[in-house]
T-cell receptor
């Protein structure tokens, strides 16, 4: 059990650029969640996958946000045409239905849009 | 709809003193409740969880929490604070049904004075 990993840990981009973040869940976990955390707030749910199926995406913040999990393993979160308001920590978590609904979080990717 | 309220955005205690972090929830279904800790620039680490059964739940690092249905509370306590407990603490309720994403409170930052 190597834990959830996220890459990159930090990303600085200029407004209008596209960015993509990667999340590698714990290997046997079939569920993967994306959250966003802004300063002084708790994490806010964005979307989740069960295996490769994206079962909830209505909470994605706008149509500039999209996520994939093509083979049911790693996932990517893309933000197109970034805005300064997108600056936040993006957290990934994974879980297995056999582990009491515990979600294990990665270290996060901190995005700064200048 | 589920929601979480954490009373006190900042709590300061002396080393060796009791830690009490307050969490109240709102849920239309029997809740699954969690406490997570976040150290600076890191992801969230699960401290403890309540799903069913015993209402007093013990977690890591000497923390425990009691589920009180009548008070809709899930306060986190530790008998004796240590300097290493300084961090931000988040209470969360799991959304019911198969979706399972977490709804977080805004967090309480714990400071420990020597």
């Amino acid at each position: 059990d190597t834990g959830v990993s996220q890459d990159p840990r930090h990303k600085i981009t200029k407004r209008g650029q596209n960015v993509t973040f990667r999340c590698d869940p714990i290997s046997e976990h079939n569920r993967l969640y994306w959250y966003r955390q802004t300063l002084g707030q708790g994490p806010e749910f964005l979307t989740y996958f069960q295996n490769e199926a994206q079962l909830e995406k209505s909470r994605l913040l706008s149509d500039r946000f999209s996520a994939e999990r093509p083979k049911g393993s790693f996932s990517t979160l893309e933000i197109q045409r970034t805005e300064q308001g997108d600056s936040a920590m993006y957290l990934c978590a994974s879980s297995s239905s056999g582990r009491g609904y515990e979600q294990y979080f990665g270290p996060g990717t901190r995005l700064t849009v200048t | 709809a589920q929601s979480v309220t954490q009373l006190g955005s900042h709590v300061s205690v002396s080393e060796g003193a009791l830690v009490l972090l307050r969490c109240n929830y709102s849920s239309s279904v029997p809740p699954y409740l969690f406490w997570y800790v976040q150290y600076p620039n890191q992801g969230l680490q699960l401290l403890l969880k309540y799903t069913t059964g015993a209402t007093l739940v013990k977690g890591i690092n000497g923390f425990e929490a009691e589920f009180k249905k009548s008070e809709t509370s899930f306060h986190l306590t530790k008998p004796s604070a240590h300097m290493s407990d300084a961090a931000e603490y988040f209470c969360a309720v799991r959304l019911g049904g198969s979706q399972g994403n977490l709804i977080f409170g805004k967090g309480t930052k714990l400071s420990v004075k020597p």
